[in-house]
């Protein structure tokens, strides 16, 4: 089983990126996902997850309003979209499958190699 995290990029302080995550040896249709981030000397946050059985979504409190995370079931692929960037937001992004409810989210199985995001001012 390996996830792919992919779409990451350099861009100006309020630019947009739209993140995917794709799978091998597994659906996404049928696994919780999430995101993570991870800048130098910080320590891994969640940032978003999304239940694949009830459609629950959360969000870090620092992203709401910005990202919005959303599955294509049938490609199996789940996107991340990053609106209003800011430099704070620079990080290696990494998705993963995830328990997630309402209120949180962490990691649960399998993780992807990242995608470095990096956001200018």
């Known amino acids: 089983v390996q996830l792919q995290a992919s779409g990451g990029g350099l861009v100006q302080s309020g630019g947009s990126l739209r993140l995917s995550c794709t799978a091998s040896?597994?659906?996404?249709?049928?696994?919780?996902v999430g995101w993570f981030r991870q800048a130098p000397g910080k320590e891994r946050e969640g940032v978003s997850c999304?239940?694949?059985?009830?459609?629950?979504?959360y969000y870090e409190d620092s992203v709401k309003g910005r990202f919005t995370i959303s599955r294509d079931k049938a490609k199996s692929t789940v996107y991340l979209q990053m609106n209003d960037l800011k430099p704070d937001d620079s990080a290696v992004y990494y998705c993963?499958?995830?328990?997630?409810?309402?209120?949180?989210?962490?990691?649960?199985?399998?993780w992807g190699k990242g995608t470095l995001v990096t956001v200018s001012s």
């Open positions: 040896g597994l659906s996404l249709a049928y696994y919780n």
């Open positions: 999304s239940s694949y059985s009830d459609g629950t979504t």
């Open positions: 993963a499958t995830a328990f997630c409810t309402f209120n949180g989210m962490g990691p649960r199985g399998y």
